[in-house]
Each structure stands twice: as C-alpha cells, then as structure tokens.
C-alpha cells in the first residue's frame, strides 16, 4: 500500500506543470533588483522613455557565455537601454563578467530571496531575453540564442550586432 501512495505522489507531481516563460504581448513583470555596481534598478526606470532588453542568465550557462559579450555592441545606442540579471551572487557575476568582457549593466537576481525577477518572468531556461517596451508590454521573449532575434533587436537599437566575418550560430537553445 505504502508503495501506492507513493507512485500516486509522484504522479501528481507530474501533472503540476511548470508555467511557461512569459511571451511576447504580455505585460512584463515588475521588478526592483540591486544593481551589482550602485543602487538598485527597476523595471520601470529601465523602460520609461524607451525599450529595455533584460536578459537573464546564469554564469555557468555555455549559452550565456556566447550570448552576454555580443550585448556590448548594443550599449552606444541611446535607442534602447540593456541590463542583464544574473542569478549568481556578486562574486561570481563579477568574474563572469571580467572572463567574458562583459560590460552590459548587471542586476542581481538573488537566490536567498527565492529568484523574485526569473520566477516572475516564468524562466524555464536561461539566456532568456525579453524587449520591454514603455508601458510594459513584452514585444520580443526568447529563450536561448537566437541570432535573427538579436539582429531584430540590434536594427531596433540602430547597431550592427554581428560582423560579416564571424562565425555566429543561428541559434542554440538555453
């Protein structure tokens, strides 16, 4: 009997389906998180006058590795503001970003707080970027590398993301 009680807990664990990552036209998710150099940052500074790209990541992430140093070229636009939020703590985040060249504003995203920023959003992987507009609507949500989408993102802010001679993946998932 005990072993049916068992694989019945187990079934209904199966079906409580983890939520989907928030899409493309949904309302995006406040949020207010510290900034890992100065104070906090929230969402709505970060959108007020014109789109913000928030992406998410993890420093042990191989995808995040190659997506977080192309978001550089993104940062001379006055067109569009970048931040990424990191789900490590300060340390790591700070190494990840000197080993990688990183210099994209990041937020902290932490761990001890129950990741309130990731779990919001829905985060079912990571990179996961979204394009908030001003006003809040999402109107681009990826997961993964997807080298069409930032080039999408790249003509919005007025840059050329990736150069003719480099070898880019289309895309790689998350």
């Not at 503001?81 to 490590?88: C, K």
């Not at 790249?154 to 998350?174: M, Q």
């Amino acid at each position: 009997m005990r072993w049916l009680r068992t694989a019945f807990a187990i079934g209904r664990g199966l079906l409580r389906a983890k939520k989907p990552m928030i899409l493309q036209g949904a309302a995006a998710p406040a949020f207010t998180l510290p900034a890992l150099d100065g104070p906090p940052v929230s969402l709505a500074e970060l959108s007020r006058d014109r789109p913000a790209l928030v992406v998410f990541f993890k420093v042990s992430c191989p995808v995040c590795q190659l997506t977080l140093p192309f978001l550089n070229r993104l940062l001379p636009s006055d067109k569009l503001n970048v931040v990424t939020i990191s789900q490590d703590d300060s340390t790591l985040t700070q190494r990840f970003r000197a080993r990688f060249g990183v210099t994209v504003p990041a937020l902290l995203d932490a761990e001890e707080k129950g990741y309130p920023a990731s779990n919001a959003y829905q985060l079912t992987n990571v990179p996961s970027l979204f394009l908030v507009e001003p006003g809040g609507t999402i109107s681009l949500a990826v997961s993964g590398f997807s080298k069409a989408d930032l080039e999408t993102v790249a003509a919005r802010a007025g840059v050329e993301l990736f150069h003719p001679d480099e070898s880019v993946p289309a895309w790689r998932p998350g």
